[in-house]
């Protein structure tokens, strides 16, 4: 088992920066890598980036390169996810998820954080 914990967000402007933090916890060797994910209002959950804990090799949604920056810290077990230029549509509860190998599907989700921009 892995346990996520969330932290971050809030309520911020657009055009503002946030940043969220996950830890991780429990059986975490077996964790290949994390994910960000985000769920709007009446949308579907969907993929926002991603960063594998050994070689930190990223991946990034269209809707946010070059503004969202995905990183980690191997020794405190937590991954981040810096926000800058945020948008209205950015609005949504945030997810840290967990998976065990390249192919296998998200298992372990954290309890999710909202992020709110207001215009």
């Known amino acids: 088992q892995v346990q996520l914990v969330e932290s971050g967000g809030g309520l911020v402007q657009a055009g503002g920066s946030s940043r969220l933090s996950c830890v991780a916890s429990g059986r975490t060797s077996n964790s290949y890598s994390m994910g960000w994910f985000r769920q709007g209002p009446g949308k579907e959950r969907e993929f926002v980036a991603s960063i594998t804990w050994s070689r930190g090799d990223t991946s990034y949604a269209d809707s946010v390169k070059g503004r969202f920056t995905i990183s980690k810290d191997n020794a405190k077990i937590t991954v981040y996810l810096q926000m800058n230029n945020l948008k209205p549509e950015d609005t949504a509860v945030y997810y840290c998820?967990?998976?065990?190998?390249?192919?296998?599907?998200?298992?372990?989700w954290g309890q999710g954080t909202q992020v709110t921009v207001s215009s």
């Open positions: 998820a967990s998976r065990q190998g390249i192919y296998d599907p998200y298992k372990y």
